[in-house]
Structures are given as C-alpha cells and as structure tokens.
C-alpha cells in the first residue's frame, strides 16, 4: 500500500524567503497555538516583498511551518486578497455587493475599465493597475465603494475616476 501525503516537498527555504520574512514567520509562530494558525500572516508577509505569492514561496512557508503544502494552498487561494499571480503596483477592489450594485457599481466600473483600458482581471500595460471585483468592503452606507491598495473610497462618483486615479502614481 502506498501511502499519499501531500508534505511539501523540502526546500532551501532561505534561497526563496529573506532572512527578515524567516525571523517574522518564526516569530509569528509563537502567538498562536499551532504553527499552521501563522499561515495567513506569512502569507501577507511574503507577498509585501512583490505583491503576490509564487509557488515556490507557498512551498517555502508550507517547510518552514511544518505544515502540509495543501494548508498553506488552502489559506491562499481562499483570502481574495492573497495574489498568485502578479499584479499591478496598486491593486483597485472594486465592491460589486448588492449595496453598492443599488447605488451606482455597474456606472462606475464601467468608467473605470473606459479610463484604465483593462477588464476585470487585467492589468495595465504600464503595470500601474490591476482591477479586481470583491464582494464586499463593509462599506454599504457609502457605495459605490473601491479599495485602491490599503485606502476606502465611498461613495465614489463617476466624475471622480480620473482623480483618484492620478493620486496614484
């Protein structure tokens, strides 16, 4: 009988992760009661370092937490906000929730796919924007709402597009 496992495969994990992200998963480890509970945090760690996570840095976090290469796949394909392929060097989130959908979402993605030259998905040429749906940002009482990187907008006019635009550069 063969038996299956699904252990990452062992890796030099210091040639994929910073001695720095090494220390910071460590440390991450000791507020927790279980090594895996670190995941997410590791996840959003490495990913600072080049806005998304490659295979090899799952596989790299996945050694270092001594945990099956499926967990840390798991926690990163369900976080919509953990990459996994490259992205833009701004990333705008654009909430498509039923409140913002009732207050004007199909008008201003509509704008913002015109100005950016892109769909869903895409990113610029320029490599400046990515645009992405996300269901919501707990931001209801003021749709249409966008994330762009780390800041909420609401409610976001259609004449405001271009200058919210430009503010990142």
């Known amino acids: 009988m063969k038996i299956v496992t699904d252990k990452a495969p062992t890796v030099d994990v210091a040639s994929i992760l910073t001695r720095d992200e090494i220390n910071s998963i460590h440390e991450y ?36 937490l001594d945990v099956p290469v499926t967990d840390i796949e798991g926690v990163a394909t369900f976080y919509n906000r953990i990459y996994r392929s490259p992205v833009g060097r701004h990333v705008i989130l654009v909430c498509d929730s039923v409140a913002c959908y009732l207050t004007g979402y199909e008008v201003l993605v509509t ?16 490599g400046r924007f990515t645009l992405l749906p996300i269901c919501c940002l707990g931001n209801c009482d003021k ?18 597009v271009a200058e919210l635009l430009e503010y990142y550069v």
């Open 29 to 64: 480890t000791h507020h927790y009661p279980q090594a895996r509970a670190a995941s997410l945090d590791a996840l959003k760690l490495v990913q600072k370092r080049n806005g998304w996570v490659d295979a090899a840095q799952v596989n790299a976090i996945a050694n270092l």
């Open 111 to 126: 704008e913002l796919k015109s100005q950016l030259g892109i769909d869903y998905g895409q990113t610029t040429p320029d």
């Open 143 to 160: 749709g249409p709402a966008v994330l762009i990187d780390e800041d909420t907008f609401g409610p976001v006019a259609v004449t405001e």
